[in-house]
């Protein structure tokens, strides 16, 4: 998917229950607040946090009288691919090597992960 303008920035409460939005496709606010896990969550709040989803772009809503259905409409895999780059202009000079080499030296990587991750990159750039 390709936008014209970034992406915006997401709380973490919003990425939160984004999150939960991209885990269940379409939902209503009260399917949110269990997936929570937290009963005591009042509404008001996780429909403020899904109304600005709405305002930012994230989701949508079909309304059925006073019920609300929210869905995603910006991919999970689109919000990374902004989230990943942010993180790599950020901190690596937006060079994907310095963040690929940042991580193999970082993070306890096994010769498989290592071996896999080279395939991915052989197949992406032939």
């Not at 937290?38 to 009288?65: C, N, Q, W």
Request: aromatic share 8%; with cysteine.
């Amino acid at each position: 998917m390709k936008r014209s303008k970034p992406l915006p920035t997401l709380t973490k409460a919003e990425e939160e229950v984004m999150h939960i939005i991209w885990q269940l496709g379409r939902c209503l606010v009260r399917d949110i607040i269990d997936k929570l896990g937290d009963p005591d969550m009042p509404h008001s709040t996780i429909s403020s946090v899904v109304r600005i989803l709405e305002k930012k772009g994230f989701v949508d809503h079909k309304a059925y009288g006073k019920t609300h259905e929210y869905f995603p409409i910006i991919a999970r895999e689109d919000y990374a691919r902004h989230d990943v780059s942010s993180l790599m202009d950020k901190y690596f000079s937006g060079s994907p090597k310095q963040l690929v080499s940042f991580l193999v030296k970082n993070e306890d990587f096994n010769l498989k992960e290592l071996n896999d991750l080279l395939k991915t990159i052989e197949k992406t750039n032939p």
